[in-house]
């Protein structure tokens, strides 16, 4: 599926799975590495939701919301520290779920919100985890280039 027909494609059939690329949400969700599942968005999000919602320029982007306002919501990546405003029109589908490996987890589910609890509950930590991920990432593209070995995976 092309990424113009998310929003189509919801309307139309209320859920679709697909597989993000980037960075932005990891450690939760790992670059080319886990299907996720989107519903329609049919009410207001809560905190620590997962949007997917498109940006001015038609960029679609799956964030964490962060706080609710009147009009919107404050959505951030977990491996971003940058707050952007997102207007209520704007977003169209929340995450219900996704896979690690061949496990399904629920964002239901109680451990899985313990763990995002957790991750924004020591925002020194989840810096120093971040930036130690970005270091990393780094590294093994610049090895990758010099040598033109495959990178590692991440774990």
Same mark, same amino acid.
């Given at each position: 599926?092309?990424?113009?027909?998310?929003?189509?494609?919801? +309307?139309?059939? +209320?859920?679709?799975?697909?597989?993000?690329?980037?960075?932005?949400?990891?450690?939760?969700?790992?670059?080319?590495?886990?299907?996720?599942?989107?519903?329609?968005?049919?009410?207001?999000?809560?905190?620590?939701?997962?949007?997917?919602? +498109?940006?001015?320029?038609?960029?679609?982007?799956?964030?964490?919301?962060?706080?609710?306002?009147?009009?919107?919501?404050?959505? &951030?990546?977990?491996?971003?520290?940058?707050? +952007?405003?997102?207007?209520?029109?704007?977003?169209?589908?929340?995450?219900?779920?996704?896979?690690?490996?061949?496990?399904?987890?629920? &964002?239901?589910?109680?451990?899985?919100?313990?763990?995002?609890?957790?991750?924004?509950?020591?925002?020194?930590?989840?810096?120093?985890?971040?930036?130690?991920?970005?270091?990393?990432?780094?590294?093994?593209?610049?090895?990758?280039?010099?040598?033109?070995?495959?990178?590692?995976?991440?774990?």
């Amino acid at each position: 599926m092309e990424k113009s027909d998310y929003r189509t494609e919801l +309307e139309k059939n +209320e859920v679709i799975g697909f597989v993000p690329s980037g960075n932005s949400m990891w450690p939760t969700l790992k670059n080319h590495h886990q299907s996720v599942v989107v519903v329609k968005k049919t009410c207001r999000l809560k905190k620590f939701d997962v949007a997917l919602y +498109e940006r001015a320029g038609g960029t679609f982007v799956l964030h964490r919301v962060m706080s609710v306002t009147d009009d919107g919501y404050i959505m &951030c990546g977990d491996s971003q520290f940058s707050l +952007e405003k997102v207007s209520e029109d704007c977003v169209f589908g929340v995450m219900e779920g996704f896979y690690r490996g061949k496990k399904y987890i629920d &964002c239901k589910n109680a451990k899985y919100k313990k763990e995002v609890i957790k991750l924004y509950a020591n925002e020194k930590r989840r810096k120093r985890r971040v930036k130690f991920f970005y270091l990393r990432l780094r590294v093994k593209n610049k090895l990758k280039k010099i040598f033109g070995i495959k990178a590692v995976k991440n774990k």
